[in-house]
């Protein structure tokens, strides 16, 4: 059976970046894909209050990056708060990616708000606080991109801390088997980084935080070991789910 994931869509590419990255499902459909699995995708626009019928519409559960705070506390965050909980309830599976990640934990009574060490950008590298089977060559750590000025401030009482960085504390969690969400974006490669850093440099991103993180990104080493945590999310996804 071709495992069908719904991508419940909080935000969008920028529009001068959109015509060549696609949008941040395009995003996950092709990193998948580049993955080598053949799963089917639907998108549902919550941040334009489009949602499904159900939670048990689809097999799997995507939640992208947003622009936008869950500090905002909107009408549509709130309404997908519920779904979240009742997605939850199911068993089907959610993973969670930055904006995500956050309003994930939120749903489940965590503290989510500004960070007062400032905004995490560029390259960010990720200590495992366990074994992923998937991520066992990277040596118990791994590194993505990451582009955020909220963090998930306090554990919520139902996840386990997968990963962590001194700079982010709680950048994975697991909600026992249901639930894998990551601060960072494993959707963003290192070209389509360094345009979003660039275009967003001095507003709303301060330089002193866009320039160290394009220097490192401009090196002819820099990469991230997205395709290994794609690998990690599906496998997540796929285990035995309701159907």
């Given amino acids: 059976m071709t495992l069908k994931i719904g991508i419940l869509a909080t935000g969008t590419t920028p529009d001068n970046l959109i015509e060549t990255y696609g949008s941040y499902a395009d995003m996950f459909v092709n990193l998948f894909g580049q993955a080598g699995y053949d799963f089917t995708f639907t998108t549902f626009d919550v941040r334009d209050d489009v949602f499904p019928e159900s939670a048990d519409a689809c097999d799997a559960w995507i939640i992208t990056g947003s622009k936008f705070s869950v500090c905002d506390k909107t009408p549509w965050m709130a309404r997908l708060k519920e779904l979240i909980l009742e997605i939850y309830d199911t068993g089907r599976p959610i993973v969670g990616i930055c904006f995500g990640h956050q309003i994930v934990a939120e749903a489940f009574g965590a503290d989510v708000d500004r960070y007062p060490q400032g905004w995490g950008v560029g390259l960010h590298t990720y200590q495992l606080e366990k074994s992923v089977t998937e991520l066992s060559a990277l040596d118990g750590r791994f590194t993505l991109n990451a582009v955020h000025q909220d963090q998930v401030l306090s554990k919520p009482k ?77 496998e997540f996804l796929l285990q035995d789910r309701p159907r």
């Avoid at 962590?164 to 980084?193: G, K, M, W």
């Fill in 158 to 234: 139902q996840a386990e801390v997968i990963a962590s960085s001194s700079f982010c504390p709680f950048a994975a969690l697991q909600y026992d088997d249901r639930i894998l969400t990551l601060q960072a974006h494993p959707e963003f490669n290192v070209a389509f980084e360094t345009r979003l850093l660039q275009s967003r440099r001095d507003a709303p991103i301060p330089s002193t935080a866009t320039d160290s993180a394009l220097v490192e990104l401009n090196e002819a080493s820099a990469q991230t070991d997205s395709l290994q945590v794609a690998h990690w999310m599906a």
